[in-house]
């Protein structure tokens, strides 16, 4: 599809399975979450899914077909790799957080755990609010790079330290429609930062 990628890292099979699983183990523990609290999964308004803008997008959008739950969304938005960027310039809010998390259980989702930035600003923000559980979910884990001391709850695959594209993540806005975890050539990274 793109000339300029050159290697693939994880492919569209291994994502769907993948996400499936994800999706299971997520609403086992939902489940045992809302039963403990004495409600059950139809109850209204007490699961919420917070997808970290922009590179959550299609990840989550899979994960929530295969969560068979009453759930709403909440996106937020993040900034820490602003235009050519392939390291983190500083995690900071670039939206509203999601109001009224007060008692729900609380999934944030995002494409890639990195330096932790990130995760560490929105769980912090989150809990804030008192939610009744906050767990996270991230597809990609780079944990060599990481800087914060923050771990997924759910992990979709351990990556090497490469900066990666496709399903949802971007090199200055663009790869995000690429189906597939890829590496890009070093021509096409000539205006990295
Ligand atoms: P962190 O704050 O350093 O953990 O970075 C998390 C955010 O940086 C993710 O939400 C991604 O948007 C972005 N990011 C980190 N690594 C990569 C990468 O390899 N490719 C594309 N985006 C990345
Ligand atoms: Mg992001």
Known sequence: ????????LVSKDQIAKRVDELAAEIVADLERDLD??????????R??????????????????RSMPVKLSLGLTSV???PGASV?????????????N??????LVIDDILDSGQTMALVKEL????????????VLLDKKARREVDINADYVGFEIPDEFVVGYGLDYDGYYRNHPEIAVLNADALTNAK
Not at 36 to 45: A, S, V
Not at 47 to 64: R, S
Not at 126 to 137: K, V, W, Y
């Open 1 to 8: 599809m793109f000339p300029e990628i050159a290697q693939t």
């Open 126 to 137: 989150i809990n804030e609010q008192s939610p009744a559980s906050l767990r996270t979910a």
């Open 101 to 106: 998390l007060k008692g729900k259980h609380v």
């Open 36 to 45: 403990k609290d004495g409600h059950t999964p139809l109850d209204e308004g």
């Open 87 to 99: 390291t983190s310039k500083g995690a900071h809010l670039a939206s509203e957080m999601p109001k």
């Open 47 to 64: 699961v919420t899914l917070i997808p970290i803008m922009t590179g959550a997008m299609i990840f989550c959008a899979d994960l929530i």
């Open 79 to 81: 900034k820490s790799y």
